[in-house]
Structure formats: C-alpha cells, structure tokens
C-alpha cells in the first residue's frame, strides 16, 4: 500500500506513538529528536503543541533528505485555561491528578509532516501540521486512587500525569468527545488521512 520511494521517519520516543503508527501496517523508521520544547507563553491551548511539533521537526531538518517524510507529535493536556505538560515528579503528578479530578479537560495533539523539497537546486522545508482535540470527563477521584496510580504506573513521562490506557483511564474516565488515541498522543485516523492524500498509502 506505500510508496517505497518515501521512507516515513517517526521523530518520537514515544513507545505509545509507535505502536500506533505500526498498527496501521505502514514501514517506517522510529528516531529519537532533541529539541528545545520552550513556547511563547501567549500560545493557548492547540497552539502550543502545534509550536512544539514544528520545533521538533525544524531540529532534524539538517539530517532530512529528499525521499523522506518526518512526522513529529506533541501533546498537552489543557485544563481551565493551563497546560498540564510532564509533571517533574510523583508530587506533581499528584496535584495533577487532583486538578483534573470531577472536571473536564481538553488534550490536544498537533502531528506535524516535514518535507524537503527541491526549489532552483535548493532544498526547502515544507511543513503541514494538523491539531486534533478531546474533550475528557474525569470523576471525583479520592486521595488513594491517585497515590495507588502514581505509586505503581509512574506516569512522569505522560501530559497531565496519567495515561488513558492504564488503571486510572479504567476507573476515573467517564465522558469522552473526541479520539481516544488522540488522547493516548496520536490522532492515527488523521494520521492516516493525510498519509493517504499524500498518495504514500
């Protein structure tokens, strides 16, 4: 089904995001991308994981080459105006878990396509990011719930503390409008989408 002259390159880490992308039966290589994930703090909501995306992607762009395509992700959670990133440990996952507690948030992913192109004998990047959003409904949790969730799963490398498909997505999520792979930090269905307009699937 792909284009073998493309090779898709995941800019991720994320063992959640490959497993994902594998699961839509397309070969692609998995790499690792070190970039600087500060923003302006004017971004709201989807635009920040949009900046992230694209500064992940602007990082691997000396290495990118012709007959490659990079796709790039970030995740957020949002929470009444404030981003809840990767808590700095089991406290503050903690005191997230407790602000998300009885209340809805928004998570939202940006997945970004890198490609350079050739224009006049000079190679441009040619970027197109798209924003996919949830809307998650957690109720009350007690004080043992959370200590039992951060204690034994330790989601300190997780948006907002917590992992929608572990123990505490199991008995806290009630309402869910929106992708749930979205929330697990890639939109497959867009991801698909886009791959299948490109002409790669």
């Known amino acids: 089904m792909t284009n ?8 991720s880490a994320s063992p959640r995001r490959r497993a994902l992308l ?3 039966d397309l070969p692609f290589t998995a790499i690792n991308i070190e970039a600087d994930e500060t923003f302006p703090a004017n ?49 503050d996952a903690a005191s997230m878990l407790r602000s998300l507690s009885g209340k809805t948030h928004q ?14 004998s000079t190679f441009n990047l040619q970027l197109s990011t798209l924003v996919d959003r949830t809307d ?8 043992e719930e959370i200590q039992h969730y951060v204690t034994h799963y330790r989601p300190l490398d997780k948006a907002g503390a ?6 505490i997505g199991y008995i806290a999520c009630t309402g869910m409008n929106g992708s749930y792979f979205n929330v ?3 939109p497959v269905h867009r991801v698909y989408e886009q791959l299948k307009n490109r002409g790669i699937i």
Do not use: C
Request: proline share 2%; hydrophobic share 45%.
């Open 136 to 143: 998650v409904t957690f109720r009350e949790l007690t004080d």
């Open 162 to 167: 917590y992992g929608i498909q572990e123990w």
């Open 43 to 91: 971004l709201q909501g989807g635009d920040i994981p949009y900046y992230i995306s694209r500064a992940k992607a602007h990082a691997y762009a000396d290495r990118l080459t012709e007959n490659q395509l990079l796709i790039t992700a970030d995740t957020i959670v949002w929470l009444d105006g404030q981003m809840l990133g990767k808590p700095h440990d089991e406290a």
């Open 107 to 120: 998570v939202y992913t940006a997945v970004t396509f890198a490609q350079k192109v050739t224009n006049l």
């Open 22 to 24: 594998a699961a839509l």
């Open 184 to 186: 697990m930090g890639f």
């Open 4 to 11: 073998n002259k493309l090779q898709i390159l995941l800019g």
